[in-house]
């Protein structure tokens, strides 16, 4: 299946730049344009009656899209932030180097690609800035892996993805020669409804299963998502199931938008032990803001946050941020 997705995505490229050639030679013009996004922020932090201050830098996109005809194009993104291990503050990766097909309502994809786990909710959440999406913030999978991905869509109301990825993410290298499989439906039964069901399909010891749906509404002045997400045989170790729901919505006035969101995340207790093997990362999360935009290309969001631990020996977190999105 893999050398096939391969093989339709090279068809279509040639297609494509024959087509160029004969149609649009004297009319298109190859160009590309760079693109920066960082976010940053001011956080004061409270847990266990002691606080902390800091400035940050979060992370930092640096990358480049460049169109070599009507239908085919490229992109390269270069990711900055914490990798969240050893004495490393920041670190380089290389979040996306593909080759894109795009024609028609079909999408196609190959290489370093974006994966759609969690691509439209990080959409119509739209602070991913302040705050990761669910299945971004508690591990359910990566935003970006190496692989080949079709996308279409068959009409207003319906569209549909399909990818075979490495499974490893974009921030290692393929270490084994399992494969993840994925499938999505988004449906859209009206102009403010959206309704997305995905799942993805990776095996080695034991069969990892990502069941995901979301509900948004999108319409005046307001936005809002629900979504339920499970994920059975966590790193496909036997019996790491682990689920969660998150809530947010936004109303937008004339210069501002208000939102809130509420996550709640807990895992199942595997056979002899006394507690759910991922007790420490269980627990509920709260945000709420308010967020202007003072020019293009500029976010301000002044918000609180607070962890709620499901382990109870464990002290909450509540913290103050003002945080920034900074695009260009």
């Known amino acids: 299946m893999k050398k096939f997705y391969i ?15 004969v149609q649009t030679k004297d009319t298109f013009k190859p160009s590309g344009k760079p ?62 180097a593909y080759v894109q097909y795009n024609k028609n309502g ?3 994809r190959l290489g370093l690609i974006d994966t759609y786990i969690f691509h439209l909710q990080e959409n119509i959440w739209g602070k991913r800035y302040l705050f990761k999406s669910f299945q971004d913030r508690y591990g359910f999978g990566p935003s970006a892996d190496l692989g080949v991905s079709i996308a279409y869509q068959l009409n207003s109301f319906v569209s549909v993805d399909i990818s075979i990825l490495n499974g490893e993410g974009y921030k290692r290298i393929e270490v084994d020669s399992t494969l993840k499989y994925t499938i999505g439906v988004t449906l859209k039964p009206t102009k403010t409804l959206t309704f997305r069901a995905y799942y993805d399909y990776m095996y080695k010891q034991a069969a990892q299963q990502t069941l995901s749906f979301f509900l948004a ?16 045989n966590h790193t496909m170790f036997p019996g790491k199931t682990y689920s969660g729901y998150s809530f947010y919505v936004t109303h937008y006035f004339k210069k501002i938008n208000i939102y809130g969101r509420y996550d709640y995340v807990s895992s199942v207790t595997l056979p002899n032990e006394e507690n759910p ?33 499901r382990d109870t020996s464990i002290s909450p977190i509540s913290g103050i941020y003002l945080s920034v999105e900074i695009k260009f």
């Open 7 to 21: 093989s339709l995505i090279t068809l279509l490229l040639f297609a494509d730049l024959f087509g160029q050639n």
């Open 35 to 96: 693109f920066v996004k960082i976010y940053t922020d001011f956080q004061r932090n409270f847990s266990n009656g002691k606080g902390r201050s800091l400035f940050a830098v979060t992370r930092a996109y640096l990358g480049y899209k460049y169109a070599f005809s009507k239908h085919f194009s490229t992109k390269v993104n270069l990711d900055v932030g914490n990798p969240g291990f050893g004495k490393l503050q920041m670190t380089a990766y290389l979040k996306n």
């Open 106 to 108: 079909l999408t196609a």
């Open 217 to 232: 509404y999108t319409g005046g002045n307001w936005i809002a998502g629900a979504e339920y997400n499970k994920q059975y």
């Open 277 to 309: 093997w991922n007790f420490a990362k269980g627990g509920q999360a709260f945000v709420a803001g308010v967020e202007f935009s003072p020019v293009k290309g500029i976010k301000v969001s002044p918000n609180y946050q607070y962890w709620k631990p």
